[in-house]
């Protein structure tokens, strides 16, 4: 069986003889993979800068999928079947799960980085972890992960209808917030440092208002109606996708009193801030990680009834054949790679 093993950093093989999936048990479906996209996670593992991973391993946790058999009597599905996949393996019985919490599952596995992933021809998954559609192309398939990320931090910040929320990031996990805040009525505000991405932003995702967050962001913010259609307030919500401390800890000098701050970005250290500007404003701080099941269904929801625009997103294309030939020339920043996929 063919597929792409990442053998240690930056070294990527294309491999014929990669054994077939064995029996299916109980409870799981065998899929062929057609579409996998590629994010900031797998940059991160492919340069050997993604923490608790190890190699050799096979990459692909965002994938469009064709159904080719189920052992699942509980399961709807069938052979041919086009499905998104929740690459999120949860335990089902810790106290996350037990809540309905399985994206932060106290053993979570994300498959393409904890166990390998869908860039091989077939593998195979519990069922349930499969999201079918009869009309989202496999391109699409592929980027309703992508998408639930975004989707999920909107649905934690319980975005409001004629809210004006910060967005603080412009690269594809901010961007995958965007459609989340207008479908919910929201108006997004996004900052960033590259004139490029805002651009983009204005341009492919219908975003009125933009921050050079180079410039004083507080004073842009303060110039602008907010939420309430006054000036000279702050927005009520702030969802940082940068990643980046510098920014996380800003959040607190550029909420409104009363308003939530969702960390969807994620850097490996310590994140300070001030107790009495935290306590003055009583801002609720929430993190968000992956997304859970239902941010699956609404987003193919959503897709199907053309609330959300999936043209924007896909920059760059290969074959599994020619993946690994392709791959050093996406790497370059002036490659501006938003989304690449790879396909099978
Ligand atoms: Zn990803
Ligand atoms: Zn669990």
Redesign the pocket.
């Known amino acids: 069986m063919n597929g792409i093993v990442l053998d240690q950093p930056n070294a990527f093989r294309f491999a014929a003889d990669l054994p077939a999936p064995g029996d299916l048990p109980v409870g799981y479906a065998r899929v062929r993979t057609k579409r996998v ?1 590629i ?4 940059w991160h593992a492919i340069a050997g800068r993604q923490p608790f991973f190890n190699y050799p391993r096979i990459l692909g ?2 994938l469009g999928v064709e159904v080719v058999a189920v052992n699942d009597p509980a399961s709807k599905l069938k052979p041919g079947d086009k499905c998104s996949v929740e690459p999120y393996m949860n335990c089902g019985t810790c106290i996350a799960c037990r809540r309905g919490k399985g994206n932060c599952c106290t053993t979570l596995q994300c498959l393409g980085v904890h166990a390998d992933g869908g860039m091989r021809e077939e593998f195979i998954l519990p069922a349930r972890k499969l999201h079918k559609s009869d009309k989202l192309t496999l391109d699409q398939l592929a980027l309703v ?2 998408l639930a990320i975004g989707c999920h931090a909107v649905a934690r910040a319980a975005v409001e209808k004629g809210e004006c929320v910060l967005i603080l990031g412009a690269g594809p996990i901010g961007l995958s917030v965007i459609p989340f805040v207008q479908a919910a009525g929201g108006v997004p505000i996004v900052a960033d440092v590259s004139d490029s991405r805002l651009a983009f932003c204005r341009q492919q995702m219908k975003v009125a208002t933009t921050i050079d967050a180079r410039n004083d962001v507080v004073a842009a913010l303060m110039a602008l109606p907010n939420s309430d259609g006054q000036n000279g307030e702050l927005p009520t919500c702030v969802i940082d996708a940068t990643g980046n401390p510098g920014s996380m800890m800003a959040c607190f000098d550029r909420i409104a009193p009363g308003g939530r701050v969702v960390y969807v970005g994620l850097f490996v250290g310590d994140v300070t801030f001030n107790d009495p500007n935290f306590h003055r404003r009583e801002v609720t701080l929430m993190g968000s990680r992956n997304a859970l099941p239902g941010d699956f269904t609404r987003i193919i929801k959503l897709i199907e009834d053309g609330v959300i625009d999936t043209t924007p997103w896909i920059t760059h294309r290969t074959s599994a054949a020619d993946f690994v030939n392709i791959l050093p020339s996406w790497q370059k920043p002036e490659a501006n790679v938003l989304k690449a996929i790879v396909e099978f």
């Not at 994010?39 to 797998?42: A, E, H, P, S, V």
């Open positions: 996209g994010c900031g996670t797998d946790h965002e992960e992508t």
